[in-house]
């Protein structure tokens, strides 16, 4: 089954690839006037945590709420995800068969946010009230929580709060105090295996320098080999051609020997 997803300016790859997983064949929309009028269209939006996570700052939410009319007339199935708020089973289940009430226990929850980024939210939020009150109305929309079966998420300030109280705040200082503390000694008892490292990449250089001369040791010794066996060649061919030399003078001197006597008879012949 094919849906669409639009998510300005977020990153869904999570959401879509559960909805992958429950074997459904996502079409991501970079322009929501592509959408086809026939698919589900699955319309992203998040708390205001989860927009400063993904992107920061922007007028997503309001290019959003501006698009929903004309999508609402375009697509005839449609409704929103907030994406810091998924039951993904629920999820699947409306892609499936649209307009089916989500199971009691698949409703989704807001995950505890960290103190530190509740801390951000909450100042962004102070200097930019217009995306609290565009975030507040996706969430009024009835195509966003009513569809999830919970209440919206009018009081995500009051989240945030109790998330950045001060002994969330101190006890995340001291999380991190002792995260940074036991990276430090992680460090310490990495170094000496850094070093030894260190000392078996030089190891592996000398190794590697050692297999080349050796691999230029044994080019010689086969050119040497090569050079013997052409030595011993010519030296096969110098004894046989001493050979020869020595059988030429031996039929030369048979020869001079037979001419000295052949001489001698022809004088005591005259004679």
Do not use: T
């Amino acid at each position: 089954m094919q849906i669409q997803i639009w998510a300005p300016g977020l990153d869904a790859s999570r959401l879509m690839d559960g909805l992958v997983q429950a074997h459904l064949q996502v079409l991501p929309l970079a322009d929501p006037a592509a959408a086809c009028a026939e698919l589900p269209l699955l319309i992203v939006y998040a708390d205001p945590l989860g927009r400063l996570a993904s992107q920061g700052a922007g007028e997503h939410n309001g290019a959003l709420l501006a698009a929903l009319p004309q999508l609402e007339r375009a697509v005839s199935l449609c409704r929103l995800v907030n994406l810091s708020c998924v039951a993904l089973p629920a999820l699947v289940a409306w892609c499936v068969e649209a307009g089916a009430a989500p199971p009691p226990e698949a409703l989704p929850r807001f995950a505890a946010p960290d103190p530190f980024e509740a801390l951000l939210a909450m100042a962004w939020l102070h200097e930019h009230p217009e995306h609290l009150q565009a975030y507040k109305a996706l969430e009024a929309h009835p195509l966003a929580a009513a569809l999830d079966g919970r209440p919206p998420d009018f009081d995500c300030l009051g989240r945030y709060r109790q998330a950045a109280s001060l002994d969330a705040l101190f006890a995340a200082r001291q999380e991190r105090a002792a995260l940074e503390a036991d990276l430090a000694e992680l460090a310490q008892q990495l170094q000496p295996l850094q070093e030894q490292q260190l000392e078996a990449l030089a190891l592996r250089e000398q190794l590697a320098l050692l297999q080349a001369r050796l691999q230029q040791a044994d080019a010689l010794q086969e050119r040497c080999s090569e050079l013997q066996l052409s030595l011993q060649a010519q030296q096969l061919d110098l004894e046989q051609l001493a050979r020869r030399l020595a059988l030429l003078e031996q039929l030369v001197s048979s020869g001079s020997e037979a001419s000295l006597r052949l001489q001698g008879r022809l004088a005591q012949a005259l004679a």
